[in-house]
């Protein structure tokens, strides 16, 4: 017998996409925003002091739960800090799954999810999008007790109403986590859902809408019982103090993110225009990603000639994927390269 238990000797690990070395490619393939974090990060890391790095960092953040709090129009008793929405991830299925408790979702959709689930031994419930990635009837009577919606989903960029998540928040027996990593490049969002309903908890991420993927931030909301519940799986120090500083200067400067934001949603405008003038077919997207089928169907070989010219995107040799490739809104001048690329491969 070997050292580790069955499900870990078995699993076939997540799989992170590629990180290239160099700094000087065009990178449009794990979905960074292309900005800067707001200067107000930058100076609240460089102001981080000698004794707030010896010091064990406050074990719930409350100035970011605060801040957060204020902008959701909820009290800091709803929110959870996690090291990155990962972290609120892997906590959701400790708390909520074992062997006899089962997680659903609808595939395809974020791949830690079946990762997360054989590290659990809980059982996955898969269940197929249509082709327009409509929320499918069939999520509801799973009997699961955490059902996981990602909205915006990814790999596809769909958008899912808040009002028909709330009619599956209402008819679940189990938890409802709605996956928004992305939500900020959508047009609405479901953060009103937890005070309505004791069983939706919100993920959000730092990672993308606010320049922040290298410092590991995200946040639970959820109803203050879900919550303590989730404290009680989660680290006791999850998030460290630089990353702590960081997110609050953030989240606190609005101005900032909002401008942001508002340039990745114009030029993802501009991005699907050129990429359907050169024939690609592209699903409409409430994220900083698109998903585009190649013409041909031959998303591999377009991936490995980006990629020969420095400009990586994100291609998924999976089942109704394999004729697609993703690829990250950029800066303008980076959709430029790409497309420019891309006229000399399909021609
Ligand atoms: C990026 C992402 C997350 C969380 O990412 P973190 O960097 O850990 O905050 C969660 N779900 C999806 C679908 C994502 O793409």
Redo the contacts with the bound molecule.
């Keep these: 017998m070997g050292y580790f238990r069955e499900n870990i000797e078995k699993l076939a690990g997540y799989e992170p996409g590629f990180q290239p070395k160099a700094a000087d490619v065009v990178k449009l393939n ?2 960074e925003n292309p900005y800067p974090p707001s200067p107000e990060v930058v100076k609240a890391v460089a102001a981080m002091s000698a004794e707030g790095l010896r010091r064990y960092p406050d074990p719930t953040a409350d100035a970011f739960r605060e801040a957060a709090g204020q902008l959701h129009g909820l009290g800091p008793e709803f929110i959870m800090c ?8 892997t906590i959701a299925f400790r708390a909520f799954c074992d062997e006899n408790r089962a997680v659903a979702y609808p595939v395809p ?2 791949s ?1 999810y079946a990762v997360l689930a054989k590290l659990q031994n809980c059982r996955a419930i898969e269940i197929a999008f249509d082709a327009e990635y409509n929320l499918p009837p069939k999520l509801v009577g799973t009997a699961a007790t955490l059902t996981i919606v ?1 909205n915006p ?2 790999p596809s960029g769909t958008f899912i109403s808040a009002g028909e998540l709330a009619c599956l928040a209402d008819e679940l027996s189990g938890v409802l986590l709605i ?1 928004e ?2 939500v900020d490049f959508a047009d609405d969002n479901c953060a009103g859902l937890v005070k309505e309903f004791d069983n939706v908890i919100v ?6 809408g606010y320049s922040l ?1 290298g410092i ?3 946040y639970a909301m959820a109803n203050p019982a879900l919550i303590d519940g989730l404290m009680k799986v989660k680290d006791s120090y999850n998030v460290d103090a630089v990353a702590i500083a960081a997110a609050t200067a953030a989240i606190s400067d609005q101005a900032y993110f909002r401008d942001n934001v508002e340039r990745v949603k114009k030029d993802r405008k501009t991005l699907i225009a050129n990429l359907e003038s050169l024939k690609f077919k592209v699903m409409d997207s409430s994220s900083n990603f698109l998903l585009a089928r190649c013409v041909n169907g031959n998303a591999g070989e377009v991936y490995n000639s980006l990629a020969e010219r420095n400009i990586y995107v994100r291609y998924f040799n999976l089942p109704g994927l394999n004729d697609k490739v993703r690829i990250t809104v950029g800066t303008s001048e980076q959709n430029e390269k790409l497309i420019s690329a891309l006229k000399e491969i399909v021609s």
């Design positions: 794990t979905n996690c090291n990155g929405g990962d972290d609120l991830l959709t974020y830690l990602c989903n990814a996956d990593a992305y993920l959000r991420s730092m990672s993308k993927a590991r931030f995200g």
